[in-house]
């Protein structure tokens, strides 16, 4: 199947496929026109990695899953190594979570000190 086909497919878009292909998670033969072209199993790799995209991993993170995303990952017991990466991208995000939540305190103690109505809009 072509790109477009293969997007529609997965509900990923062609620019996120080309940047899949280009992180060696899913390949292409070029047909003789230089179009992409896709086997079947494609689709099944690229659900997988929009699910652990979507589970808050990156695509660095998805290349250790590399062996498990011909299959259902979602059903698969997590390898030791998956664990230890989830763990390490759940402790990124808590840290992003409290500095976000740092930068809000410091905004709502100046608006309180600028006698702001918080539910008003300052002009």
């Known amino acids: 199947m072509r790109i477009g086909e293969l997007a529609t497919m997965t509900g990923a878009t062609v620019r996120a496929l080309r940047h899949y292909e280009q992180a060696g998670l899913i390949v292409s033969e070029r047909a ?13 790799r690229v659900r997988n990695i929009r699910l652990l995209l979507a589970a808050g991993l990156t695509l660095d993170d998805v290349q250790a899953f590399r062996a498990c995303l ?21 402790a990124v995000i808590d840290q992003r979570i409290a500095a976000q939540a740092e930068v809000r305190d410091r905004l709502a103690a100046a608006l309180r000190l600028a006698g702001a109505d918080r539910d008003r809009p300052v002009a």
């Open 32 to 44: 003789h026109n230089g179009y992409r072209i896709y086997d079947e199993s494609a689709a099944v």
């Open 70 to 90: 011909d299959g259902d990952v979602a059903a698969v017991p997590p390898s030791v190594e998956g664990l230890r990466i989830a763990a390490r991208r759940l």
